[in-house]
């Protein structure tokens, strides 16, 4: 068990906002927060899913949670035992954490998922799509290929790979094209990197999409992850994962809000009230290049041939399939051009 000296992080009162919640989860290894009230009082959770769905319905993230927290969940008491922990995540599949609670619902401490359950590895494969050309980078990738260019002390594929292994993700596939020799000669097979890794090669262009047509021959029975080469992120993949899961998605699409300032002063006709509104903030959901799939959607990929995400993802939706959003609320950096990198290499 964790015990509470090391969930302070975890701890959010009743009365704070989402952005409390958001710094909480950023800050804190385990993803989970315990809302408390002012006499240490546990009132209900808020998990990673959770916080992910609310941000989908909820801009305003100076909003108080206290209409948002879950104040019915799965709980233990100070009696139960380490077994009683593991027939309650046996029972309860999606379940990641447990609080333990003393009679006065005070916190004692949390169980974890992975730390009971030890026995359980993560089986899912990820494909990472190597293959661009980084032109908008310029002469900087005259001789790398883009994932291969340095964010911090390693190179940025290398930072995602990584950050699949913290996960538990042992099977790793790359799809390589542009100077790919220079991506096989530095990770080989994985054997150094303590994973496995399989690299596909693209003898053409096959899109954003297109390279999982690889896959097609492995016959996948458990979920995909996918996700583009040039991403530079915090993200624990194991929540996509587990969040997809979760949600039966048939396709989970990544995304995160994108903001942007108009130039110029923005007139509205339709008002009375404001006729100008100058240079307003405009914010989207855009994709975050990070997917989660079912294995059985590989079979709407053509062979070998260019095929990109966004025409892939209206085919599933023709198929009425079910495709949910995860919102990214974690630091993310899209490495497209020259600027991007600057950002990430200075974050």
């Known amino acids: 068990m964790i015990k509470i000296q090391f969930l302070k992080k975890n701890i959010v009162k009743e ?14 290894e385990e993803k989970i927060c315990i809302i408390s009230n002012n006499k240490n009082k546990v009132r209900g959770v808020i998990t990673d899913g959770d916080l992910r769905r609310i941000l ?25 035992t380490f ?5 309650k995540f046996l029972k309860h599949k999606d379940i990641i954490y447990i609080p333990v609670l003393s009679n006065k619902k005070k916190l004692i401490g949390i169980y974890s998922r992975k730390d009971i359950l030890k026995e359980e590895e993560i089986n899912n494969e990820v494909l990472i799509l190597a293959g661009g050309l980084g032109k908008r980078l310029h002469t900087l990738t005259d001789f790398f290929p883009k994932p291969m260019l340095s964010v911090g002390s390693r190179p940025l594929l290398e930072s995602i790979i990584y950050s699949l292994k913290s996960s538990g993700f042992k099977k790793i596939n790359i799809s390589v094209n542009y100077l790919q020799n220079k991506i096989k000669s530095y990770f080989k097979d994985g ?3 303590d994973i496995k890794i399989n690299y596909f090669s693209e003898k053409k262009r096959l899109g954003t999409a297109g390279p999982l047509y690889f896959l097609k021959k492995k016959n996948l029975k458990n979920t995909l992850i996918v996700m583009n080469g040039d991403i530079y992120t915090n993200l624990k ?7 997809h899961n979760k ?25 009375s009230k404001i006729l100008i509104n100058e240079k307003p903030e405009i914010s989207y959901l855009v994709s975050s290049g990070i997917y989660a799939l079912n294995p059985k959607l590989l079979k709407l990929i053509p062979n070998n041939k260019y095929f990109d995400m966004n025409e892939f993802i209206n085919l599933i939706k023709n198929k009425n399939k079910k495709i949910g959003l ?8 899209d490495i497209g051009d020259y600027n991007k990198l600057m950002e990430a290499r200075g974050s």
């Open 15 to 28: 009365n704070k906002t989402l952005l409390d919640v958001i710094q909480s989860l950023n800050s804190s």
């Open 56 to 80: 989908l319905k909820q801009n305003d993230l100076k909003v108080k949670i206290r209409n948002y927290f879950k104040k019915k969940f799965i709980f233990l008491k100070k009696k139960d």
């Open 83 to 87: 077994k009683d922990a593991k027939n």
């Open 191 to 193: 054997k150094n990197f």
């Open 237 to 243: 993949i194991e929540n996509l994962l587990n969040y």
């Open 247 to 271: 949600e039966k998605n048939d396709f989970t699409l990544c995304c995160h809000s994108h903001s942007f300032q108009v130039p110029y002063g923005v007139i509205n006709p339709k008002t």
């Open 326 to 333: 995860f919102n990214i609320h974690e630091n993310l950096h």
